[in-house]
């Protein structure tokens, strides 16, 4: 518990540098750090060995502040599809990653790039409250199994978690977009991917017979554990920034 909360405090700060010092190359430096952890871990729940694909994926990266983000991750996709058809790969898998978690970190770097700093304070106060809503809401109130992949989880956790994230996540957005109701709509849709992203990553770690997506955070596990929802999240939240 000692560790887990050292952990949780070392987080917290980082989090907190982010936000104040609100430097565009040191965010980009912690993102960077943020996809070359996450893209192992997933690779390894994947079943790949090859590390080097990480180092592909950074490379990408280095190349989004000059492009769309998104453009540039689709590229990436279809360049090793081109390189595994290429070689006449019967293996696929090594481009999984690309699609997640590489694509989804991209967008969240397109969401500070093009929206600023309030906006991923946004996703990122969305997701904790709907994560701290539905932990609490559950361990009191929770009976129905929600899924099976996840048996921690309970419908009536979910159903908390995302109205308390609805309401806080409203609040916040409101003050940025000055619209009520747009801010309900984005905060209520991040919290139902954001809790989908949670589950699709258990899957995978079910999958791959692992408690854990890695040991980088002692007490938190790996840095695909605390990031999964909002890598799901940001994908609501930038399609409703569009309208």
Sequence with gaps: MKTRIITGVALFAAVLVIFFVDSYMLNFAILGFVLYTAFGEA?????LQE????????????LTPFSNPVFIAILAVLLVVSFLAHFKSENLT??????????????????YS?????????????????????????????KRAFSETSPNKTWEGV????????????????VLTD?????LITAFLV?????????????????AGVKDSGTLLPGHGG??????????????????LSW
Excluded: N
């Design 179 to 183: 619209s009520f109701w747009h801010s």
């Design 43 to 47: 690779g390894k729940l994947y079943g």
């Design 223 to 240: 840095m695909l554990d605390r990031v999964d929802g909002y890598l799901f999240g940001v994908a609501a939240m930038l399609w409703t």
């Design 51 to 62: 590390s080097s694909l990480a180092l592909v994926a950074v490379i990408f990266y280095l």
């Design 94 to 111: 090594p481009a999984l990653p690309f699609l997640y978690p590489m694509t989804p970190i991209f967008l969240i770097w397109m969401l």
């Design 159 to 174: 159903a908390g978690g995302i109205a308390v994230a609805t309401v806080f996540g409203a609040g916040f957005g409101w």
């Design 191 to 207: 919290a139902v991917f954001g809790v989908w992203g949670d589950l699709f990553e258990s899957y995978l770690k079910r999958r």
């Design 114 to 142: 093009q929206y600023g700093v309030g906006y991923l304070a946004w996703l990122i106060l969305t997701v904790v409250a709907c994560d701290s809503g539905a932990f609490f809401v559950g361990k009191f109130c929770g």
